[in-house]
């Protein structure tokens, strides 16, 4: 991801001039939010029976993720954090796993609860992220680098046209237990991520102030 929260000090330097958001971690975030509606389209035609178009919808999805790991990467070594990305890598990261539970969900792949829990979490705690920031940044939960992975993983193989496979039974097992799998850990770091914003808002210079200014005024 090319956010790491505002005001955070890039590439280790203090009191250098803010990066410009016209680079390259930036770009490539703003390219994964576009492959979004190009995966859907995809994924969706023909009702999701074409394994040409899953196969190309699969491609789409997968090189999408790989910018995810990759505009991280570059916006921290070269110093060039900012807060559009900040805002937009997330939405964009969600964007499209939520393009991929709601159009496998549509295709009847993955049931539309799994789908709901899923979203719900994401969304809920990107707006926490938000809700939380007058108190500082909202630090990355233990477990996320483990539920993105798993729902990666997961999401791919169900994208994937499995009935094409010989003992197509035993992958769709594994692609479901792994989905499975993801919609644990997904709810474990959610309640963590709660637990976490809670801590911060209770620990925050700003709560301490207010109740400093409480406890003069009474």
Do not use: C
């Not at 992220?129 to 999401?155: D, E, S």
């Amino acid at each position: 991801m090319s956010g790491v929260g505002p005001g955070s000090v890039a590439g280790g330097v203090t009191g250098s001039t803010p990066p410009s958001p016209w680079n390259l971690p930036n770009l490539l975030t703003v390219i994964r939010a576009l492959l979004v509606p190009v995966f859907g389209w995809l994924l969706l035609s023909d009702h999701g029976d074409s394994t040409g178009l899953r196969l190309a919808a699969l491609g789409v999805f997968v090189g999408a993720m790989i910018t995810d790991s990759v505009d991280g990467d570059i916006a921290r070594r070269r110093g060039l954090v900012t807060d559009f990305g900040t805002v937009s890598d997330p939405i964009a990261d969600k964007a499209l796993t939520g393009m991929a539970l709601v159009g496998l969900s549509i295709i009847a792949i993955v049931p539309w609860w799994v789908t709901a829990v899923i979203l719900v979490r994401e969304v809920g705690i990107t707006a926490l992220r938000f809700v939380v920031i007058r108190h500082g940044v909202m630090p990355a939960g233990r477990g996320g680098k483990l539920k993105t992975a798993l729902q990666t993983a997961a999401l791919s193989m169900l994208i994937f046209p499995l009935d094409a496979l010989p003992v197509a039974g035993l992958w769709q097992t594994v692609a479901y237990v792994l989905l499975a799998a993801a919609l644990v850990v997904t709810v474990v770091t959610g309640i963590d991520y709660l637990l976490i914003a809670r801590r911060l808002r209770r620990d925050s210079p700003r709560t301490a102030a207010r109740r400093a200014r409480a406890g003069d005024s009474s």
